[in-house]
């Protein structure tokens, strides 16, 4: 049947798009460019064959989105609850439930508004690497987020994916702002962005304590050098006092993280459970991986860590589906490298160096969560524009970008 409501949802998308190159012309043909190839994506997914994960996580939060809105828009929250227990796992769901009660269910009208999202994150990608370094880089990682291979699968389907992406790098947008500018606005956009992602998927807190931790050590610092001279800084002392109380909330148990729970309740043993579990199928971690000890997780978080980035390795390959997976670990592999070719720059820059830090806390929490390669590729999505923006200066140029009004 003809999808009316899907067709219009697409032509909004390709509106805003419009919209967006009118303002920041700059970026207008990597927009359109990130636009049409989505568009093939789409096609492809919905006509011809499967994306991974096309035919598995992504059709059930959509059906899951039109069983939420079965019951009516104004019981959509309450269905939400009874199934999740509140933010989570299926907010996307009950997000997209909200359009399926009123306009009516629409699979096209999902796959919309993710790609919406994912553009929204080649334009945030090339609006940080700005501000981090200057318009001919910026251009560059437009390019490289625009045809990023899972950045574009993941932006045609209903995952969770491209929405953690998009508000991890709002909040990542907000630390360079308060890094570069110190307006107390940019705390608020870190705030909006990490709760944001969060309330997708609870672990990319952890981004928001770390940047915390950060922040009021950094302050304390300062405060003390100040207390030493004999002056003072009410601004520091507020954001000291500010970020300190909510901290504090984790610290006191009053919230609980997906994997670390509570502060208090970090439970080894049930760590050990979760982690153990996930390797399992074709596309698991070796058995030798697995933690059995407390002792064990001090030496293979970082092995676990490497899994989740790097992985599948060729000797891991079973299967021709599996190269897909491995031509993704070579990018990361390569965006790693490069990386670590550019750690002076990174280490002396305050917000490129909070921003690595935030990134490395990711890949320990998820390295632990993860325990297949297959849940890795699409767990490491999540961050590899961070990487590309750090990396940004090392990676080649794009051959159709040399045009030197496409610099200006």
């Known amino acids: 049947m003809f999808d009316i409501i899907g067709l219009i949802s697409i032509t909004l998308v390709t509106l805003i798009t419009i919209l967006i190159t009118f303002r920041f012309p700059a970026i207008s043909r990597i927009l359109f460019a990130a636009l049409i190839i989505r ?7 919905n006509h011809l064959f499967y ?35 509140g933010p989570g796992a ?20 999902a796959q919309s508004l993710s790609i919406l999202f994912g553009i929204g994150s080649v334009f945030l990608g090339w609006l940080i690497a700005k501000k981090l370094w200057n318009e001919k880089i910026a251009i560059k990682v437009g390019w490289t987020i625009a045809l ?8 045609v389907l209903t995952m969770r994916e491209v929405y953690i992406t998009f508000f991890l790098l709002l909040a990542i947008y907000g630390i360079v702002k308060w890094f570069r500018d110190s307006e107390f606005k940019s705390i608020l956009i870190v705030f909006f962005g990490f709760i944001g992602a969060s309330v997708f998927h609870g672990a990319s807190a952890i981004g928001l304590i770390i940047f915390l931790i950060i922040v009021i050590s950094i302050s304390l610092k300062n405060t003390l050098k100040l207390l030493l001279s004999g002056r003072i800084n009410p601004k520091t002392l507020i954001i000291i006092i500010i970020f300190s109380s909510i901290l504090s909330l984790y610290f006191t148990n009053k919230v609980s993280i997906p994997y670390l729970e509570t502060f208090n309740n970090i439970d080894l043993n049930f760590l050990k459970e979760v982690t153990n579990l996930k390797i399992k199928g074709d596309a698991s971690y070796p058995e030798w991986t697995k933690v059995n000890s407390n002792i064990e997780f001090i030496y293979k978080i970082p092995i676990k860590a490497i899994y989740f980035l790097f992985s599948p390795f060729p000797w891991e390959i079973k299967k021709l589906s599996h190269m897909i997976g491995l031509v993704d670990s070579f990018l990361y592999i390569i965006l ?4 670590f070719c550019n750690r002076k720059e990174i280490w002396e820059d ?25 849940s890795g590729i ?3 999505s999540k961050f590899v524009i961070e990487m590309i923006l750090l990396a940004a200066p090392l990676i080649p140029n794009f051959v159709f970008i040399n045009n030197k009004k496409l610099m200006k």
């Open 378 to 380: 699409r767990h490491r």
């Open 51 to 85: 994306l991974p994960d096309g035919d598995m996580d992504a059709k059930s939060f959509e059906w899951l989105a039109w069983k939420f809105s079965q019951d009516g828009f104004e019981n959509i929250y309450s269905s939400y609850i009874t199934s999740d227990g």
């Open 336 to 339: 790693t490298y490069l990386i």
């Open 350 to 374: 305050p917000a490129m160096k909070v921003i690595l830090l935030i990134l490395l806390s990711y890949f320990i929490v998820f390295g632990l969560g993860v325990g297949n390669f297959g």
């Open 148 to 155: 990023f291979p899972t950045l574009v699968s993941y932006s």
């Open 90 to 109: 299926y907010f996307i769901s009950f997000m997209i439930a909200i359009p399926y009660s009123l306009l009516g269910r629409s699979a096209l009208l």
């Open 39 to 45: 568009f093939l994506f789409l096609l492809i997914n």
